[in-house]
Nanobody
């Protein structure tokens, strides 16, 4: 059974850093793409960053370019999101999702609220002084 578990969220001051992890089980990431999404209260889900595990191609939302970095560790079957220079507007529940690259990148870039892909349970990130 495909399962994704996020970890690494927490409370951080503006300008600080966090690293989120998305650990996969029940499947290997090799043929998939993994995306990080976030949803703040009262707002729609947003695609933050996605990576194709097979070829390493990536996508970043404009709001996080230059601050966030997505990476993968095939041996650990895990994808990471390094978040630097965090801002209060980054506060949200962060989710990871998996699907075949064609669909996952569509989810990430065009239809972040679509109902497909396999999802983790989410981890809260709060940026506040």
């Amino acid at each position: 059974q495909l399962q994704l578990v996020e970890s690494g969220g927490g409370l951080v001051q503006p300008g600080g850093s966090l690293r989120l992890s998305c650990a996969a089980s029940g499947f290997t990431l090799d043929s998939y793409a993994i995306g990080w999404f976030r949803q703040a209260p009262g707002k729609e889900r947003e695609g933050v960053s996605c990576i194709s595990v097979s070829d390493g191609s990536t996508y970043y939302a404009d709001s996080v370019k230059g601050r966030f970095t997505i990476s993968k560790d095939n041996a650990k079957n895990t994808v990471y999101l390094q978040m630097n220079r965090l801002k209060p507007e980054d506060t949200a529940v962060y989710y990871c999702a998996a699907d075949v690259p064609r669909l996952l990148f569509r989810l990430c870039i065009l239809q972040p609220s679509a109902d497909f892909g396999s999802w983790g349970q989410g981890t809260q990130v709060t940026v506040s002084s």
